[in-house]
């Protein structure tokens, strides 16, 4: 006989335990009435961030992704995935958070802005850059 253990279900049970349902339902002949689902996904957004150095202020965070499912969005979670990078900031010491937007996207700066980023081009005039592929590769010789 198979060893089994009887136990209470735990919340990462809710899969399994949907397929059992269904097994169930399938075996009663009534499968098309089984219409519920799992829950929404677990992980609905993510802030991707390293550190960075200046020469004028040392340690430095910077966000390069924020992202938030668009089913979830306005309901503060992108919000407090930036306070969350804010803490990491302190906590490591850095005196700057830094992030990047695509000036189009409006709704974001708005957000940033609201809590109380500065716009760097706007205020100093900075302009981004980058060098890949060819350009890269040229620049290092190769
Ligand atoms: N859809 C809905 N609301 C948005 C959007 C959007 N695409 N972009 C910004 N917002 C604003 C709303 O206007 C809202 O302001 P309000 O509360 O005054 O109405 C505010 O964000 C809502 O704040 P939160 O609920 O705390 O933020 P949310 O959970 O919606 O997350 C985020 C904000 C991450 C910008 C999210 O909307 C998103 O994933 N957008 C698409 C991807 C994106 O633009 N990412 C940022 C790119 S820049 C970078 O990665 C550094």
Redesign the pocket.
Known sequence: MAAVRIREAEEGDCGDVLRLIRELAEYEKLSEQVTISEEGPRIV?YGLYCFVYSTWKGRNIY??????M?E?????????IIKKVAEVALDQGCSQFR????EW?K??I??YK?LGTRDLTQEEGWHAFRFEGEAMEKLAGR
Do not use: M, T, W
């Open positions: 957004g966000l390069e992704d924020i992202y938030v668009p979830y969005r306005g309901q503060g979670i992108g919000s407090k992030l990047a937007v695509l996207n709704r974001a708005d957000l609201a």
